[in-house]
């Protein structure tokens, strides 16, 4: 990670999500979880990933089908299914629903059988359920990981249903998560 998107780091943080791709067009790459033990980062789990239909965008907007480049925090988990053991309050709520198929036919359900949410143009610490967007609705909003639906996403980032039951657990509020993302070029800028 390059100094400037280290220096959008909170001080307090202590957990961190690095999603990256290997260009800015791609809609796969990889996440790895890492925790600073106070002598420096150190990377736990990596796991595959999924991402915008057309990448990432340091200039998200609404429809872009981009994937939004930068560090958010990470305050507020929810589902359709019950709380696996999240530390991070947990919406267990029937409205995480989606139907359809996705941009290459998959099937969409079970993608928000589990989602946290990215900190995007959102209040944080709310319901991921929250429409509120408080840099408006045309900077777009509602970006989770959740769960893969096998295909790129409108801009969320998709994990393995087992790999964001393993994320739920891991992710600490009094480690102040966050996640970074981006593709390689934008994160080591």
Known sequence: ???????DVP?????????????????????????DDGSGWLAGPTWPTRNGNRGWS??????????PVGVF???????????????????HDGGFTVSGTGFEGEPLAGSFDYVVAIDYNRVPGSTPLDPRRPNGSGRGGGIWLHVDHGGPTHGCVGLRVDDMRE???????????????????????
């Open 1 to 7: 990670m390059g100094p400037q998107l280290l220096a």
């Open 11 to 35: 001080a307090e943080t202590r957990q961190a999500l690095v999603v990256t791709g290997d260009r800015a067009d791609l809609s796969t790459g990889r996440a790895t979880l890492y925790r």
């Open 58 to 67: 340091a200039d998200h907007r609404l429809g872009d089908l981009r994937s």
């Open 73 to 91: 925090t990470l305050t507020a988990a929810g589902g359709r299914l019950p709380d696996p053991g999240s530390r991070l309050p947990y919406d």
């Open 167 to 189: 994320l739920l657990r891991a992710l600490d509020p009094a480690l102040h998560p966050v996640v970074v993302m981006g593709d390689a070029v934008a994160l080591a800028g």
